[in-house]
């Protein structure tokens, strides 16, 4: 027989879980929601107090300082809104040039790390424990001020074949000058990508179908590179160069690319291409052994091994890691405040908001620049993740 | 009868062993490969040689000014002699330093016999590293009390400040990753919208833009009278945002711990923090120890940002330093010196968590 009393035993309110549980939660929101209210009030009369006007108008005002570089037309003229922009610009560039060149250096560097020649290997070693060890900052003043800027004066440049010439004051490269029918060019090339990308999916349902395969690789190569190629020069070459002379105490004409963007570049690069080159040689060493010798024994040769076996599997392993990377790497760009390269929170979070005062709009936008590229890069690998997990069971 | 007498061994071939059969397996097993050893064995020739060169056979150790690296074409390591004491002390008062050194001292009783297998009163030193130690050194280094005089942060700077941004650093960010990690895992929605909206934040910044918001914003946050001190600032402004990523670090371990770990925990009756501090957390720290020391590495790496807000850390005492005319071209010079500096505690942190790794690998071994 039952116990009445047992059945019925009343547990203490305080020990019930999901009053625990709820009773936690309140006080939790009640802390939260106080202490954002507690710093609002402070921020907003703070700012009554030093007669700073809340709001995004001071966006459209003339800004009165220049920039040292921009990918997009500027001066003391435009507004506050366009330093924004010029330094949104110049932080994607660094950033993007930035991730290629670590990418490359670090799949060279992870392969190096395996290689079956000790020599190889332990300089590649060596580099890695060396360079990641190192705090970045001291990288960017490192080739900023002990390379870069110890470079000869113009006059006594470095010169590459009289069009690029490297100096204290930049690297001044030849640019490039489009005429007419160029456009034609580029319409091609664009073109060629599109139906490249076609003809990889047609050829895929071929080979599932009938399991013909076809050179989708080569033929891709003669869509985007030597179709438009022939039109190039089949138009006449419609594009020169402007190269850069030596006018009075500087160069003129060309590209120049300052000193600031290489040492900023450099330290990036070699930085994060040490840790990438940690992520590809735990890639490949997660592919076991078995996978090889089993795609040996289904008669594949070495090259379609690596391709459709290897590869696949370590890039499973290495593409996470290594987006986060990427995302270090442009948020680590940032340190670019340090030397005076003109990115988004040097231009913006410093110049502008120097001059404006408005703080919290300022930080605001800036923060949700980079809140918003590492939240679609999450986004994107849970995407990844989702797709390539392992089916198990 | 004829016995069988087999006839001895021959040895190996000469090129398949000792000295020989290494270079022949190791760096000429084939010729693209010995083409690539040589080229490399080149490449070191060209570079090694003139780097060795500057750094030791050509370069200056002593005198007390730039006169006495005047001619020379190897380093002028008399300036980084010169300014040893304004690398490792900063701007401290000089005839105070003893109490620095006696942090230094201490730092290295409370830390150097961990690395040490047999020392047996690793435990009791573990405690007073993370309670006694800060305490004192505190007490030591701003003065104000027992008849010390008093030392403002201002005054604070050179490696001093660096190794102690980063052991305030590292001492916090690790409670308040694994409060987050918890908050993160919780079941109660609330806690654990707001854990998840605290670390994305911090993960998703740059810290320097984070040390800007602890310099600017952080006076209009809080009410008219009330002042941190800078270093004080970028302080929560670092450890905030190192908790961020040990929290993420944290929940990496917590996610590999079974599920049948936590019912048991249950079922013996453990409350929640019981379960986790007795059962779940022991293990899961221990499965991400090279997460949580590439963490610590990280931080102390970070440290060198503060010089962008003003204070005046190793790094920043050299560059302050070198453009200094009173020496010429020392540039190289000061950044080795800091470089070796911090070289040595990084790469010291990550052989030390390979050795507690595999130390701890235990219950898996084969």
């Known amino acids: 027989m039952a116990d009445p009393e047992r059945t019925q035993s009343k547990t203490a309110i305080w020990n019930d879980p999901t009053f625990r549980s709820i009773a936690f939660q309140v006080i939790a929101a009640v802390l939260i929601v106080g202490s954002i209210w507690y710093l609002f009030d402070n921020t907003m009369t703070n700012m009554e107090r030093r007669g700073i006007t809340t709001g995004f108008g001071f966006l459209g005002e003339t800004s009165g300082f220049g920039i040292l570089m921009s990918l997009i037309e500027y001066d003391e003229t435009h507004t506050y809104g366009r330093t924004f922009l010029v330094g949104l610009l110049n932080t994607l560039l660094v950033s993007f040039l930035g991730i290629i060149a670590a990418t490359i250096l670090g799949f060279i560097l992870g392969v190096a790390r395996l290689s079956h020649n000790w020599l190889i290997a332990k300089i590649a070693t060596v580099y890695v424990e060396v360079l990641r060890n190192l705090p970045l900052l001291l990288q960017i003043f490192f080739w900023y001020i002990a390379v870069l800027q110890t470079l000869p004066h113009p006059r006594q440049s470095f010169n590459f074949a009289d069009s690029f010439f490297l100096n204290a004051r930049g690297f001044y490269v030849p640019g490039p000058v489009p005429e007419s029918g160029f456009g034609i060019v580029m319409l091609l090339f664009f073109a060629a990508i599109v139906a490249t990308v076609f003809l990889a999916r047609w050829a895929h349902k071929r080979q599932d179908q009938t399991g013909q395969q076809f050179p989708v690789f080569w033929s891709g190569v003669g869509l985007i590179i030597v179709v438009p190629l022939v039109v190039f020069y089949l138009l006449g070459a419609p594009m020169s160069f402007d190269y850069p002379a030596l006018r009075g105490f500087n160069f003129q004409g060309g590209i120049t690319i300052i000193p600031e963007l290489i040492a900023l570049w450099l330290a990036l690069t070699m930085y994060t291409a040490a840790f990438i080159g940690e992520i590809v040689r735990a890639g490949i060493q997660g592919v076991s052994h078995g996978q090889t010798e089993a795609a040996h024994a289904l008669g594949l040769r070495h090259g379609p091994t690596l391709r459709l076996v290897i590869i696949p599997q370590a890039m499973r392993i290495i593409i996470p890691p290594l987006t986060s990377q990427y995302l270090n790497l442009a948020k680590n760009s940032s340190l670019a405040t340090a030397i005076g390269y003109p990115d988004l929170v040097g231009v913006f979070m410093g110049t502008t908001l120097n001059q404006t005062g408005q703080a919290v709009e300022i930080v605001a936008m800036t923060m949700a620049v980079y809140l918003t590229m590492s939240l679609s890069i999450s986004a994107f690998m849970n995407w990844f993740n989702k797709r390539m997990a392992l089916v198990e069971r | ?366």
Request: include cysteine.
């Open chain 2, 1 to 366: 009868m004829k016995e069988f007498k087999p006839l001895p061994d021959l040895p190996p071939p000469v090129a398949t062993t000792g000295f020989v059969g290494w270079l022949r397996e190791n760096l000429f097993s084939s010729p693209l490969n010995s083409v690539m050893t040589l080229a490399v064995l080149y490449l070191l020739y060209t570079t090694l040689v003139p780097a060795l060169d500057w750094a030791f056979f050509s370069a200056v150790f002593t005198g007390d000014d730039k006169t006495a690296c005047e001619g020379i074409t190897g380093a002028c390591w008399t300036f980084v002699v010169n300014r040893i004491e304004i690398f490792t002390y900063g701007s401290y008062p000089a005839t105070e330093t003893w109490r620095l050194d006696i942090c230094f001292l201490l730092l290295v009783l409370s830390f150097g016999p961990q690395f040490f297998e047999k020392f047996p009163y690793k435990l009791p030193l573990g405690v007073f590293s993370l309670t006694g130690f800060p305490v004192i050194c505190y007490f030591l280094i701003a003065g104000g009390s027992f008849g010390l005089e008093h030392v403002e942060t201002e005054k604070w700077g050179g490696l001093a400040l660096t190794l102690m941004i980063a052991y305030v650093g590292i001492v916090a960010a690790l409670p308040f990753g694994v409060v987050l990690a918890l908050g993160r895992r919780s079941d109660m929605p609330v806690i654990r919208t707001f854990c998840i909206a605290f670390i994305e934040l911090w993960r998703g910044v740059p810290l320097i833009s984070v040390l800007f918001m602890s310099s600017v914003m952080l006076p209009l946050f809080l009410p008219e009278g009330v002042n941190f001190d800078k270093l004080l600032r970028a302080l929560i402004g670092i450890t905030m945002f190192q908790s961020a990523y040990m929290a993420e670090v944290i929940r990496g371990g917590l996610q590999a711990i079974p599920r049948g770990q936590y019912e048991a925990a249950q079922a013996l009756g453990l409350s929640y923090w019981r379960m986790m501090g007795l059962i779940i957390l022991p293990q899961a720290l221990k499965l991400v120890i090279p997460g949580i020391v590439n963490t610590f590495i990280a931080l102390f790496k970070d440290t060198t940002l503060v010089l962008i807000i003003g204070l005046l850390d190793i790094l920043a005492t050299v560059q302050a330093a070198i453009t200094d005319p009173a020496w010429g071209a020392v540039a190289t010079e000061g950044y080795v010196f800091a470089a070796a500096c911090f070289w040595i505690f990084c790469f010291g942190m990550s052989r030390y968590s390979i050795k507690l790794e595999k130390k701890l690998h235990t219950g898996h071994k084969r």
